[in-house]
């Protein structure tokens, strides 16, 4: 079975209440044996059995059905996205229709962009957080190094500037006094 492009392609729904899957399938555009597939996906696809076990579809399953296939095969859904849109509601399933397939795809374009450049941005962050990280490491154990040089030195240090104290001292007094 030739599968049209869009559902826009697809032959109009006729004015009747109940369908078999043959002529679902050829509504909706996928064979039947997808539509047994989505039976078990979706738990809105749900159609009544004929008293001969024979699978009947209403007509509001017939456009659930168009709506899955557009959003699995036209705006490139997941089968789990299309769950999600379903449990959100009517609106959620209309806002995606809404959007033109070429829209979505420039936009996911757009995203994986943003993302590519939030990743090199983040690297970039990464990097320069370890640079950092390594110049406290270095300068801490510089400062370890100094402490040690410094302590041992600290009191003969502290007589020499007693010492040259007490010198100037010396001088100031015999510059008063001479």
């Known amino acids: 079975m030739a599968s049209p492009g869009r559902v826009s392609d697809l032959p109009p729904i006729p004015d009747k209440l109940l369908f078999k899957i043959g002529e679902v399938s050829r509504l909706v555009g996928v064979p039947p044996h997808v539509l047994r597939f989505w039976e078990t996906e979706f738990a809105h696809v749900r159609p009544t059995k004929s008293g001969a076990g024979h ?33 959100r509601g009517a609106d959620a399933i209309d806002a995606a229709l809404a959007l033109r397939p070429t829209e979505t795809a420039q936009e996911a374009d757009a995203l994986a962009r943003r993302v590519a450049a939030l990743e090199r941005e983040l690297a970039a962050a990464r990097d320069e957080a370890e640079v950092l ?24 240090l502290l007589e020499r500037l007693r010492a040259q104290v007490e010198a100037l001292r010396g001088i100031a007094e015999d510059a008063i006094d001479g």
């Open 133 to 156: 990280r390594r110049t406290v490491a270095a300068a801490r154990e510089e400062i370890v190094f100094w402490r040690a040089q410094a302590r041992p030195a600290l009191p003969g």
């Open 55 to 87: 699978r009947v579809y209403a007509r509001a399953d017939v456009e659930r059905l168009r709506q899955i296939r557009a959003l699995l095969h036209e705006r490139k859904f997941t089968i789990a996205g299309v769950r999600s849109l379903m449990a």
